[in-house]
């Protein structure tokens, strides 16, 4: 069946004028991915952009230049209900975890330089699976998932090698963060003064490809940049272009060039595996990691919201994938996939044993995406932000028509909820709210949202916007990082006298679990 790039993008309006990119012909919403009896295992390229609104590409519509990665949509498959996490620590545990955020107790996490928080080293990353499978793997760009000691850190969780930083809203010209310096090569700083960081990004990852490899063996390469989240910083050509051309004030001029200048990284990336004759044999996957925000300059039209919120705009992103001879290019999927399905879903489709040892809460939807449309997605998903000064939650539920957001805000004496709920199919954009309607569905939809928050850990991870007293940051990230040598071996018990299985583990009801698991 044939659609209109517009209908796909389920509530968009038709504009006039000239536009570029895969939205010039129609998309095909069918069978999306052919596969042989036989094949050579696939390398895997993840690239993760950081806040990119859903109408800020090309093929969306956008009139900010994405050429690149317009192509990979048109060479590709366009995940139309690709859901992630409101917030950027959450979507990446989940990314490399396949395990729900809220159990992890990194739902509410953005871990600050101040912040010695990280996903538990008791955790499964997915590097770790395709390094036993006969991977190399490697991580250009934003780790965010833990800074302070070496079991937290790339090298640690089954990368290779590792070129980035590892804590978030880096200057993007002299790579600080709380005027410490954090970039870093395997744990060792390195210099790029000046150079604009989406262009570090790109190079590197090109330079993994060309000069770093090893050509014998299949990759997995992680490129999760820092564009275009804050800080706002373009290079001023950039910046020039859309000043002039588009007249955008600030912040909007600039939010549109780091779009612009991440897309030529992208486009960098993409013709160096083509250069190298890689492209047929790999499967490259391009997203967002929650919605963009608004007030720097991002559009999530049709959708509602953004960043920090779970209406469908701080958590339905774009999302897209392409394999050469395998995925049908043109073509768009209107089934529901998330952030926790990635990892399963690659190990099927690279054909590598999983190493985790827990219960997944993300599912494998390579076969489900072969046949488009046969075996939707089963089971609830879940999303949640916290504002870091108020004790305020924005929470949901999305089921398989409803979708319940509740916004909770914990004052001194009281607790108010606001209910939203929508009929998420034949409303995507969120406008009419029917929660007066369906006080039942709003009750049952509460109880879930209820229980899964008990789930999060007493000494989970919420953002701290500010420092603690006293706390000054290092002058050089890299070396602050606390050798495992120097480490306790067991971070717990001897604090609790090996009372941790017996009691820790006891939950608490709606005020949740006394620890992680």
Known sequence: MAVSACSLLLGCQETTGEKTGASDKPIEVSQAIRTTAAYEQPNIVILLADDLGWADLGFRGSDIETPNIDKLARDGLILNRFYAMPICTPTRSALMTARDPMKLGSIYAGFQPWQNGGVSPDEHFMPETFKAAGYQTAMVGKWHLGHTIEPLVPNSRGFDHFFGHLITQIDYFDYTVANGYDLQENGASVRRDGQYMTDVHGAEAVRYLEKLRDPDKPFFLYVPFLAPHSPMQAPAELEDKYKTRQNRPFPKRTYAAMVDSLDQAVGEILDSLEAQGLAEN????????????????????PYRGGKLQTFEGGVRVNALMRWPGHIEPGTATDDVVSVLDVFPTFANAAGVSMGNSKELD??????????????PRTGDLYFASNSPIMDKYHVSVLEERWKLVQIIDHKSASTDV????????????????????NPEDVARMADKIRKWRALHPINGVKVALAPHPGWRAPKDYAKSVIPAS?????YLDSYTSGMRGKILQKRHGDKGRLSYE
């Not at 993300?362 to 075996?375: I, K, P, S, V």
């Not at 209910?419 to 929660?435: G, M, V």
């Not at 120097?486 to 067991?490: G, H, P, R, T």
């Open 282 to 301: 790999t499967l490259v996957f391009f997203f967002s990691d929650n919605g963009g925000l608004q007030a720097f300059g991002a559009d999530n039209s």
């Open 486 to 490: 120097e480490l306790q071996e067991d």
């Open 418 to 437: 606001q209910n939203f709920l929508f009929d998420i199919n034949a409303d995507p954009a969120e406008k009419k709210n029917l929660a007066e309607t």
């Open 362 to 375: 993300g599912q494998d939807r390579w076969q489900a995406l072969m046949d488009t449309g046969e075996d």
